[in-house]
């Protein structure tokens, strides 16, 4: 088992920036890819950014490259999402998720979850 709670969400203007934090704790952190997902109110949730375990491998949504990063420190177990120059689109409710296995981009792939933390971005 893995736990999973993420921190870091809150209101911000456009263009601002944000830092989601994502501790994990259980299982040895650093064996599992780590993703990040979102999800809008009435929407489906959506691929935003994964990472490998060892971090060398990243993937990104179209809609967030060039504007988030995802990082990850296994000594803290814990992986990051900075997330600059935000957009009222990148409003949702924001999750991480880990998998033993690669980086992919499908949710269902991914066998633990956080509670997820709200990120609202004004106009």
């Known amino acids: 088992q893995v736990q999973l709670v993420e921190s870091g969400g809150g209101l911000v203007q456009a263009g601002g920036s944000l830092r989601l934090s994502c501790a994990a704790s259980?299982?040895?952190?650093?064996?599992?890819?780590m993703g990040w997902f979102r999800q809008a109110p009435g929407k489906e949730r959506e691929f935003v950014a994964a990472s490998s375990w060892g971090g060398g491998s990243t993937n990104y949504a179209d809609s967030v490259k060039g504007r988030f990063t995802i990082s990850r420190d296994n000594a803290r177990d814990t992986v990051y999402l900075q997330m600059n120059s935000l957009k009222p689109d990148d409003t949702a409710v924001y999750y991480c998720?880990?998998?033993?296995?690669?980086?992919?981009?499908?949710?269902?792939?991914?066998?633990?979850w956080g509670q997820g933390t709200q990120v609202t971005v004004s106009s």
């Open positions: 998720a880990a998998r033993y296995g690669p980086p992919v981009v499908v949710s269902r792939a991914y066998a633990y």
């Open positions: 259980g299982r040895t952190f650093s064996s599992y890819a």
